[in-house]
């Protein structure tokens, strides 16, 4: 699942729902396995959601510019307005401490679910805070999802998400992102013969990601360079009662939208490429 965008309206326009920002079950993308000696049997199952995670966490890279293109390159004063979900008002809008703290819900008990999200945005130009991203040098995005299944005797899957990610250098045509999410995956899938649980920890470390901060360019927002490293906890229930606890550690590094992934899963180890993004040299 990819976020959506938020969306500040009037004098000043900001994308950024993240409504599903940072994870999801879908959206996998596809793996070249190398080499490997990892014979857990969640190998496959916890690359796509590893992949799934990181795919979602670098889709904030377009919204986090986006934001600051659109705060400079749009906007022609200062001046703060209503904000927006897309074409659905938030719950709230608050102003603090020059925080944009954006709440919005959608909890459905009619068809079972719980959707909510608190976003929180900041811009800092030479070390000071302002009230807008014009001609902000520094970007800080904090964000909040839970999103829940009420109904937990059939399949689904829930998640809680935090993220904190800084954007440096939005002023410059190269941007260089750093920051940790946390991903809790809570999931259940019941077919005819078997019904397996799965609980997903995922605490994630971004350094020193860059991307072209060109609007129109085909490289905007797709990282050639920089490193992301996820540590995960699975806890399996593969039988009513019978747990498998397993520990692994993803390291991506990035070149030009391509991630060379290196996995270690105990005393074992594997790697694998993943093409995250389209960069044209």
């Not at 307005?81 to 944009?100: F, G, K, L, N």
Request: hydrophobic content about 35%; some cysteine; overall charge negative.
């Amino acid at each position: 699942m990819r976020s959506s965008k938020l969306i500040f309206t009037g004098g000043l326009t900001l994308l950024a729902v993240f409504g599903i920002l940072l994870g999801g079950c879908s959206d996998n993308k596809t793996a070249t396995t190398g080499s490997t000696s990892i014979i857990h049997s969640q190998y496959n199952e916890t690359m796509q959601q590893v992949n799934a995670f990181i795919d979602s966490t670098l889709s904030v890279f377009n919204t986090g510019l986006n934001i600051n293109y659109i705060g400079n390159d749009v906007m022609r004063d200062t001046a703060t307005s209503r904000v927006i979900y897309t074409a659905v008002e938030p719950d709230s809008v608050v102003v603090s401490d020059y925080w944009y703290l954006v709440y919005n819900s959608d909890i459905d008990l009619g068809a079972g679910y719980s959707n909510v999200t608190l976003d929180s945005i900041r811009f800092i130009k030479n070390g000071l805070f302002q009230d807008s991203p014009k001609n902000a040098d520094v970007m800080n995005i904090r964000h909040n999802w839970n999103y829940e299944i009420l109904d937990t005797s059939a399949s689904f899957c829930n998640y809680v998400n935090y993220g904190d990610i800084t954007f440096y250098n939005v002023d410059t045509d190269t941007v260089t992102v750093s920051g940790s999410t946390n991903l809790q995956v809570a999931s259940k899938t019941v077919d005819d013969y078997n019904t397996a649980r799965r609980n997903y920890e995922i605490q994630t470390t971004i350094s020193n990601l860059k991307t072209e901060n060109i609007k129109g360019d085909n490289n905007f927002g797709c990282p050639y360079s920089g490193t992301v490293t996820c540590n995960v906890e699975l806890n399996y229930e593969f039988t009513e009662g019978q747990y498998d606890v397993s520990n692994w550690i993803f390291n991506f590094s990035f070149e030009n939208g391509v991630a060379e992934v290196v996995v270690t899963q105990g005393a074992r180890s594997g790697d694998y490429t993943c093409d995250f993004c389209n960069f044209n040299q």
